[in-house]
């Protein structure tokens, strides 16, 4: 079974871990990256801030007392926008991104939003049908380029 609570300081090591696992799949990285590496610490430090510095909330699934997803909400006038949403691989299909996604959207109208939007990769084709099957909508499309040196 699984349940959704806020993030708690007591899950820092357990969340740092997938988190991780998270920055590694998103980045789509082929070299090393452990916790120490400075872009991955940033990331983490982000993430954590989020609730910290007031600006949101990270809320944690578990299974069996176990981490095995997380996201992030923050509000920003009328719009909620939710981040990071991750659960992981060994856990994805058995209903903790669902129910991540209806806690976000519970507290997402708690705090005053009228709408909620999320990022997700273009390629990454499992995401974007899992929120299509939750009736949300591709309304933008965001372009980038690598800068390099």
């Given at each position: 079974?699984?349940?959704?609570?806020q993030?708690?300081?007591?899950?820092?090591?357990?969340?740092?871990?997938?988190?991780?696992?998270?920055?590694?799949?998103?980045?789509?990285?082929?070299?090393?990256?452990?916790?120490?590496?400075?872009?991955?610490?940033?990331?983490?430090?982000?993430?954590?801030?989020?609730?910290?510095?007031?600006?949101?909330?990270?809320?944690?699934?578990?299974?069996?007392?176990?981490?095995?997803?997380?996201?992030?909400l923050?509000?920003?006038?009328?719009?909620?926008?939710?981040?990071?949403?991750?659960?992981?691989?060994?856990?994805?299909?058995?209903?903790?991104?669902?129910?991540?996604?209806?806690?976000?959207?519970?507290?997402a109208?708690?705090?005053?939003?009228?709408?909620?939007?999320?990022?997700?990769?273009?390629?990454?084709?499992?995401?974007?049908?899992?929120?299509?099957?939750?009736?949300y909508q591709?309304?933008?499309?965001?372009?980038?380029?690598?800068?390099?040196?």
């Amino acid at each position: 079974m699984t349940t959704v609570r806020q993030y708690e300081s007591q899950d820092e090591k357990a969340f740092r871990s997938i988190a991780l696992e998270n920055y590694i799949e998103q980045m789509k990285e082929s070299q090393a990256v452990t916790a120490e590496t400075p872009a991955v610490q940033a990331y983490l430090e982000h993430i954590i801030g989020i609730q910290a510095g007031g600006k949101g909330l990270v809320l944690v699934a578990e299974q069996e007392n176990k981490l095995v997803g997380f996201g992030c909400l923050q509000l920003e006038g009328e719009y909620a926008f939710m981040s990071d949403l991750y659960v992981t691989p060994g856990k994805r299909g058995q209903g903790a991104g669902t129910l991540l996604t209806e806690k976000f959207e519970e507290r997402a109208r708690s705090m005053g939003a009228s709408r909620i939007a999320l990022r997700v990769d273009a390629d990454n084709a499992g995401s974007r049908n899992f929120y299509i099957k939750k009736q949300y909508q591709e309304k933008f499309v965001v372009m980038s380029k690598a800068l390099g040196g």
